[in-house]
Structures are given as structure tokens and as C-alpha cells.
């Protein structure tokens, strides 16, 4: 079973940084698609950033703000998130898709807890 942990998340200024840390544990591959989400109240749930052997790939409202990356060794992901802004407001959530045969379990999706991220103006 894999499990997701976030951290990182808090209180910040308008302008200001934050970089939150997804780590999983449990059977993962470097294959394996990982990604950040974030919800904010009333909202739908929606992509910010993901992250495969293929490259990475972000929500239009923060390309050129935020940066996701990865570390294979640590089963880690990292969402660096710059120049943020009060509309950035949200949980944000790690989210893991594995893809495997039939055989081997068939393709999963898991989540983490979700970590609050609050942008003041």
C-alpha cells in the first residue's frame, strides 16, 4: 500500500515563497506519475504541476511561478512555489498514478492529506 505524505505548507505574503514535500512509501517506480493539486473553498479540485519520466508540466496560472520536481532516491516530490499570490490560496494535495499490467494490480491513483497554503495581500 502506498502511502502520501505532504508538508511544507503555511502562512506567507503576498510575493513571498513556500516549498512543499510530497514523500511516498511503498512499492514506487521512477515511472510512476506524480503531481500537485490544489482545492480551494467552493472549488474544484484542479492540477497545478505533474512530473514523469517525460517531463513536467503546469496549470497556466502558475507557469513561470512554480517549479515541480522530483527526487527518485527520496521518493520524493517538491513543489517550489515562487511570487505567490492571495489566489493561491488553497489545500494543496500530492497525488501518485501507477501504472501496471493487470497482473500486477492494475493502474492506482493515491493521495496525500492535502496542506493548507495561505497567501495574505
Known amino acids: 500500500q502506498v502511502q502520501l505524505v505532504e508538508s511544507g505548507g503555511g502562512l506567507v505574503q503576498a510575493g513571498g515563497s513556500l516549498r512543499l514535500s510530497c514523500t511516498a512509501s511503498g512499492m514506487i517506480f521512477s515511472s510512476d506519475a506524480m503531481g500537485w493539486y490544489r482545492q480551494a473553498p467552493g472549488k474544484q479540485r484542479d492540477v497545478v504541476a505533474a512530473i514523469t519520466n517525460g517531463g513536467t508540466s503546469y496549470a497556466d496560472s502558475v507557469k513561470g511561478r512554480f517549479i515541480i520536481s522530483r527526487d527518485n532516491a527520496k521518493n520524493t516530490v517538491y513543489l517550489q512555489m515562487n511570487s505567490l499570490k492571495p489566489e493561491d490560496t488553497a489545500v494543496y494535495y500530492c497525488?501518485?498514478?501507477?501504472?501496471?499490467?493487470?497482473?500486477?494490480?492494475?493502474?492506482?491513483?493515491?493521495w496525500g492529506q492535502g496542506t493548507q497554503v495561505t497567501v495574505s495581500s
Open positions: 497525488k501518485l498514478d501507477q501504472f501496471r499490467p493487470t497482473f500486477l494490480g492494475g493502474n492506482r491513483e493515491y
